[in-house]
């Protein structure tokens, strides 16, 4: 069985079948038309450029397609990139198709959604679970299968639910480690705080930012829909105002996309674990194919840095 896209190292030859994610145009300095395109299969995604383009290439090589290629898997800037030989679109004859090669999470989508359903159920505050549950039904169909983000961290089908039921262990636990935290408003903030992501990108295949995504952005939709789900509810109180800036604050910092900083203590522990699972995910995945004793390639969103995977053999300690 041939391994999949993430798993292919430098110097290695690739001869498979891949999904184009995404492909752009450009100019290069000798004044010819190249595409870049960004390459998945169900284990991961490379970049690759391919050079000298006609508009019969741009309008074949379009972002949903699959192609067929052979190449080799060179390093440029610390980054691996697919260096393409040749390359065709397939045909009914190739008996392939574009679902087969997404990304998805590695956990069933119906147990997610049961298990975020219990943490709704559990909630004792009955204004904000009525809210929280209000709103994620409304949304569940797309909020089961949407990316959490176009790249960097849980850029795949059902993403942003994995992305959630993630947060919410890790928050479960910080709450039975700090019981002065409000648990409903804690939990409620991890499962609204990205939820318009669902109107923000257009889906899990060929992500893209939609219109409105760029305009509004997904924290602004969310924190107006809570006030509408409030008011259709008819619901009144400071827990609407406080919910909202759960969503306003999650990012942080101005510069981060925050509108607010984080006021309260949920707020804080809310960035914190989307933090900490944002993170988790980019390390996690780019250290998945390096050996041990050697570093990963770099990370972008991470300050550009590559990580390194200790060459020992970790034991368990015995007391």
Do not use: C
Not at 103 to 130: G, V
Not at 236 to 247: I, R
Not at 300 to 306: E, G, H, L, T, V
Request: neutral net charge.
């Amino acid at each position: 069985m041939k391994k999949g896209i993430h798993h292919h190292q430098i110097g290695e030859q690739v001869d498979a079948y891949l999904l184009i994610k995404t492909s752009k145009k450009g100019i290069a300095s000798n004044g010819k038309p190249f595409l870049t395109l960004q390459l998945t299969d169900k284990t991961g995604e490379i970049e690759a450029k391919l050079w000298g383009i006609s508009p019969e290439d741009e309008a074949t090589f379009i972002s949903g397609t699959v192609v067929h290629l052979q190449g080799e898997v060179q390093d440029f800037r610390g980054m691996r990139q697919l260096k393409i030989k040749a390359i065709r679109p397939t045909s009914g004859m190739d008996q392939v198709k574009a679902d087969d090669f997404l990304p998805s999470a590695p956990r069933n989508r119906e147990e997610m959604l049961e298990e975020i359903t219990q943490y709704i159920f559990d909630m004792q505050n009955a204004k904000i679970q009525r809210i929280t549950r209000h709103l994620f039904k409304k949304h569940q169909k797309a909020f089961s299968v949407s990316p959490a983000a176009t790249k960097n961290h849980h850029e795949f089908v059902s993403g942003l639910i994995y992305h959630v039921v993630s947060m919410l262990q890790l928050a479960k636990g910080i709450a039975q480690l700090y019981p002065s935290l409000d648990k409903d408003l804690l939990y409620a903030g991890v499962i609204l705080h990205d939820m318009a992501k669902v109107r923000e990108l257009s889906g899990p295949m060929a992500t893209q930012y939609t219109v409105e995504g760029k305009l509004i952005g997904h924290i602004s939709m969310m924190v107006n829909e809570i006030e509408e789900a409030a008011k259709e509810l008819g619901i009144e109180g400071e827990e609407v105002m406080v919910l909202q800036h759960l969503v306003l604050s999650h990012h942080s910092k101005g510069e981060w996309g925050s509108p607010k900083a984080p006021m309260i203590r949920e707020a804080e522990m809310l960035h914190m674990v989307d933090n900490i699972d944002a993170k988790m995910n980019m390390m996690d995945r780019a250290l998945d194919r390096v050996m041990p004793g050697e570093f990963s390639e770099r990370v972008f969103a991470m300050d550009n840095r590559s990580f390194y995977k200790p060459g020992f053999h970790q034991k368990p300690i015995d007391l």
